[in-house]
């Protein structure tokens, strides 16, 4: 088995979804738009995994490797091969899938609660009914034609989805570790102001090791669901 993963920046890694893909048996590759846009074919992978990132959905001109990823995403969904996205990657998914991307009414950068809002269904993701989640976006998605909205939060009303039966898009980070956690507040300092749901840097960096546990317990139950 092989699981691709698309990287938009050098600190918005796999973290806690890579020990799991290797203790599964996946071997690894991946595309990082930061050195190289080089795509495989998707008949060559498994599942896809969409990372995310500090850039829009929208930034097209500015980063024209959008346009490719955009398209590659498309084509992996047409092919049936699962697909999971975190944050910007959620976006790139819902984008392929014909959803507007646009600003959100607020951004959510921080430990908030996610509460799911499907119950059950053939084929899909039960998501907890409630959750605390490591958020970092200003953006959001209209909810693409057909797929289903499995979580909101108070912030932000579509915080997940499911495309069919492989398809999971999730506007939140299930995948932080402590050291990931670090590195995005490292780089992205500056978006830590005053507004209702952000949080300080002290309580972004005040987690329990409960939260760290949980959240990647949710992301490899999403992950089996795609895969």
């Known amino acids: 088995m092989r699981a691709h993963f698309l990287q938009h920046v050098p600190f918005e890694g796999l973290g806690a979804i890579k020990p799991w893909l290797k203790t599964t048996g996946y071997a ?3 595309t990082k738009f930061f050195e190289s846009s080089f795509l495989p074919d998707p008949s060559d992978i498994d599942l ?11 930034d097209e001109k500015l980063y024209p490797w959008l346009i490719q990823e955009k398209e590659f995403v498309q ?11 975190i944050c910007l990657g959620a976006q790139i998914i819902a984008s392929s899938l014909g959803a507007r991307i646009y600003q959100n009414k607020y951004s959510e950068i921080g430990w908030f609660q996610v509460e ?24 959001t998605f209209d909810l693409p034609k057909g797929a289903v909205h499995l979580a909101r939060s108070r912030g932000c009303e579509y915080q997940a ?18 050291e990931s956690a670090k590195d995005i507040i490292n780089h992205c300092r500056e978006e830590l102001v005053d507004l209702k749901y ?9 987690a329990t090791a409960a939260q760290y546990v949980t959240s990647p317990k949710v992301l490899v139950k999403s992950i089996l669901t795609v895969a």
């Open 116 to 139: 799911g809002c499907v119950t059950s269904g053939d084929n899909l993701f039960t998501f907890p009914s409630a959750i605390d989640v490591f958020h970092w976006h200003g953006e």
């Open 48 to 58: 896809l995994i969409v990372m995310g990132g500090p850039m829009s959905v929208n």
């Open 161 to 178: 989805f499911q495309y069919g039966k492989s398809v999971i898009g999730l506007q939140f980070h299930l995948e932080t570790t402590p």
């Open 28 to 30: 690894l590759s991946a």
């Open 75 to 85: 084509q992996t969904i047409s092919a049936d091969i699962p697909v999971l996205g």
């Open 198 to 206: 952000v949080q300080s840097e002290s309580a972004l960096l005040a």
